[in-house]
C-alpha cells in the first residue's frame, strides 16, 4: 500500500531564516504531487505540483520555492522566511493515469511558526 | 473555473442524532466531487467520492453523500452521528473537462462538533 510522509512534524524558525520541508512517497510510482498551505485551520490553498521529476509548476507567486529531485521526494523550500508563512503545509500525492479519477492523498502536514 | 461553497462555518448535532454538512459547486463540465474530514494537527483523510452513477455514495466510518445535479449539491449525510465525528469537514471539486494537472479545489471547511 502506499504511504505518504512529511518531516519534520513541527518547525519553530525566526524570520529571515531558510526553510526545507520534506515529502515522500511510498508504494507507487510517478505520482503527481502537491504542496497545500492552510492558514488559521480552514481553508487549503495550492502552492505547487509536479507531474515528475524537476517539472514544477507554482499556483500563487510567494516567498516560497519547490523541487522534485527524485520522482517520490517533493520539497518545500525558502530562503528568508517571513511571518506570513506561518500555517501548515500539506503534501499530496495522486497515481497519474490517463483518464484517471483518482484521489488525492494528504500526508500528515508540517506545522511551521515563523516568529 | 470551478468552486466550492460550504455555507455553514459550524454544524451541532446531538450524539445519535442524523447529520448533514451542505456543499454546492460550480464548475463547466461535469463535476467529480470529494469529501475529505480532518482531526486537529493531522492531515486530510479521504472519505468518499462521486464520479458518475449512483446519486447516492457511501465511504468511510458510514458517511454518504448525494449527488443532486439540479441543486449542483453533494451534501455529506450520516444517519446517527458520533462524538468521535468532531472535526472539519472539507468538500472538493473537479472538472471532468481539465485533463491536466487535476487540481482540487476546496471549500472553506466546516466544523462538526457532537455533543454526547
Known amino acids: 500500500s502506499q504511504t505518504i510522509h512529511q518531516w519534520p512534524a513541527t518547525l519553530v524558525q525566526p524570520v529571515g531564516s531558510p526553510l526545507s520541508l520534506e515529502c515522500t512517497v511510498e508504494?507507487?510510482?510517478?505520482?503527481?504531487l502537491y504542496w497545500y498551505r492552510q492558514a488559521a485551520g480552514r481553508g487549503l490553498q495550492l502552492l505547487f505540483y509536479?507531474?515528475?521529476?524537476?517539472?514544477i509548476s507554482s499556483e500563487v507567486p510567494q516567498n516560497l520555492s519547490a523541487s522534485r529531485p527524485q520522482d517520490r521526494q517533493f520539497i518545500l523550500s525558502s530562503k528568508k522566511l517571513l511571518l506570513s508563512d506561518s500555517g501548515f503545509y500539506l503534501c499530496?500525492?495522486?497515481?497519474?493515469?490517463?483518464?484517471?479519477?483518482?484521489?488525492?492523498?494528504f500526508g500528515p502536514g508540517t506545522r511551521l511558526t515563523v516568529l | 473555473a470551478q468552486s466550492v461553497a460550504q455555507p455553514e462555518d459550524q454544524v451541532n448535532v446531538a450524539e445519535g442524532n442524523p447529520l448533514t454538512v451542505k456543499c454546492t459547486y460550480s464548475v463547466s463540465g461535469n463535476p467529480y466531487l470529494f469529501w475529505y474530514v480532518q482531526y486537529p494537527n493531522r492531515g486530510l483523510q479521504f472519505l468518499l467520492k462521486y464520479i458518475t452513477g449512483d446519486n447516492l455514495v457511501k465511504g468511510s466510518y458510514g458517511f454518504e453523500a448525494e449527488f443532486n445535479k439540479s441543486q449542483t449539491s453533494f451534501h455529506l449525510k450520516k444517519p446517527s452521528a458520533l462524538v468521535s465525528d468532531s472535526a472539519l469537514y472539507f468538500c472538493a471539486v473537479r472538472d471532468a473537462w481539465d485533463t491536466g494537472f487535476q487540481k482540487l479545489v476546496f471549500g472553506t471547511g466546516t466544523r462538526l462538533l457532537v455533543s454526547p
Open positions: 508504494g507507487t510510482s510517478n505520482p503527481n
Open positions: 509536479s507531474v515528475g521529476i524537476g517539472q
Open positions: 499530496a500525492w495522486r497515481l497519474e493515469q490517463r483518464g484517471s479519477t483518482d484521489t488525492q492523498y
